[in-house]
């Protein structure tokens, strides 16, 4: 449960930190639409720990079921549904749809190969079927990973202009079903895709010196959900305070450990 407001209102004040601002906005259609500064838990892996006090909750879409996004909702949080978009994964129960045509490189990863995002032909069903399963699950939003690949080794042609298609494309899909969506990564296409997009989750930007390309969402209203991996957090917190970004440190596996700004 939630600390009751004046508490944390008072520990808030003794963090050096301001009260964010409320998290349950909501956009011309309707849609949630996370504000500069709300707090979030991303957890990947691991059993799920439901005790961290925020009212974000980003999680797998496929490991997760409709009992655990009720449950989320019970607590009064918003539950975010994690898929790849841009990048196949073996792992996965509906790994044995990718045709072999849309299969690049590897992206680092164990068991992921980037996607030929220019083939919409094949990808658009695969991914709204995903993407049904996250709306029909309950999830409030969607994080669709690996939206970056144009500027990847991936094996296909890509170009700036396959890449803005296709993330419009997933931005449509998860609209159409009543979701929010979020941008993540992507930092160069920010300012043609920002109105397409509800909030934008951001890995390592400080590490790079990349925070600042995130102003157009803090700009529009819109949350922006970042992390760093290799940085104290004395390193990054009073940049993110300035920037009212979502921020906290997390290890690599995306597990429940988190150290937030």
Not at 231 to 244: G, H, K, M, N, Q
Request: hydrophobic residues 35%; glycine residues 8%; negative net charge.
């Amino acid at each position: 449960m939630r600390r009751p407001v004046l508490l944390t209102a008072l520990l808030l004040l003794l963090a050096g930190c301001s009260s964010p601002p409320p998290d349950d906005g909501r956009d011309d259609a309707g849609r949630w639409q996370p504000r500069p500064g709300t707090a979030w838990q991303w957890q990947l892996s691991g059993r799920l720990d439901t005790t961290v006090d925020v009212p974000v909750y980003d999680i797998d879409g496929f490991d997760h079921t409709a009992a655990t996004v009720a449950s989320l909702h019970d607590d009064g949080r918003k539950v975010v549904c994690y898929v790849s978009t841009g990048a196949w994964e073996d792992f996965r129960p509906d790994a044995a749809d990718f045709p072999e045509s849309v299969l690049g490189e590897g992206n680092g990863w164990e068991g992921e190969r980037w996607l030929d995002i220019r083939a919409t032909d094949v990808l658009e069903p695969l991914m709204a079927e995903r993407l049904d399963m996250c709306r029909d699950k309950g999830f409030d939003a969607v994080e669709p990973d690996n939206m970056d690949g144009y500027r990847n080794e991936t094996g296909f042609p890509l170009t700036a202009d396959d890449q803005l298609r296709y993330n419009r494309l997933i931005a449509e899909l998860a609209h159409d079903r009543g979701m929010a969506v979020g941008l993540k990564n992507d930092l160069d296409q920010i300012p043609e895709l920002v109105d397409d997009f509800d909030f934008a989750v951001n890995e390592q930007c400080a590490q790079y010196g990349e925070c600042a390309d995130n102003r157009p969402f803090i700009d529009a209203g819109k949350a922006v959900f970042h992390v760093e991996y290799e940085l104290p957090t004395d390193r990054f917190c009073a940049e993110s305070r300035e920037l009212r970004l979502s921020s906290m440190l997390k290890k690599y596996e995306l597990g429940a450990w988190r150290e937030a700004c």
